[in-house]
């Protein structure tokens, strides 16, 4: 069960980093989520009319696909959570509600390979390396660090409640 709640836990985070790259810098600094970090970094690339004309024809072609997608995501992470509070036990459930919500994931990073490609194929090569220096920062170290502290904080009430030699 601890290897399930880990692994379960991981790809929880690397879902969740999966949304952050995809949505570029937003609201709350770079890095942050959301549609408004896509449009900082268009709008860094001082794009021609005729660039902001294509570049939002192909967003706008996509844009009920990242809906559905964003949905599925949803629906994935709901269902994987129905699971883990009413049957966490029956590892068979658990193991479905885990690749649906995977299928999802993988499906929404296509998704965005597809249009970011479609996107850079738009840019001349001075903003192709204008939008490359304008990624999201990757997480801070002291990230990693919190979070194998929280992890060293479960390990040591584990250990005082059960026993080193449990």
């Not at 069960?1 to 690397?14: F, R």
């Not at 810098?25 to 860094?44: A, F, H, N, Q, T």
């Not at 998704?111 to 801070?140: D, F, N, Y």
């Amino acid at each position: 069960m601890k290897k399930l709640c880990y692994g379960l836990l991981t790809l929880a985070i690397l879902v969740g980093s999966a949304f952050a790259v995809a949505a570029g810098p937003g609201p709350g600094g770079p890095g942050g989520p959301g549609p408004e970090g896509l449009l900082d970094r268009l709008l860094s690339l001082k794009l021609t009319d005729a660039q902001k004309h294509d570049v939002a024809v192909v967003l706008k072609n996509n844009r009920q696909a990242f809906d559905a997608g964003m949905a599925a995501m949803r629906e994935a992470f709901d269902a994987m959570g129905l699971v883990m509070r009413t049957e966490p036990g029956n590892e068979e459930r658990v193991r479905q509600a885990s690749r649906a919500v995977a299928a999802a994931g993988e499906d929404m990073a296509v998704m965005r390979g597809k249009v970011e490609a479609s996107v850079l194929a738009l840019l001349t090569p001075e903003q192709r390396k204008l939008w490359e220096e304008t990624l999201p920062p990757r997480p801070p170290r002291d990230a990693k660090e919190r979070f194998h502290a929280g992890h060293e904080l479960v390990n040591e009430w584990i250990d005082s409640h059960a026993g080193r030699n449990s």
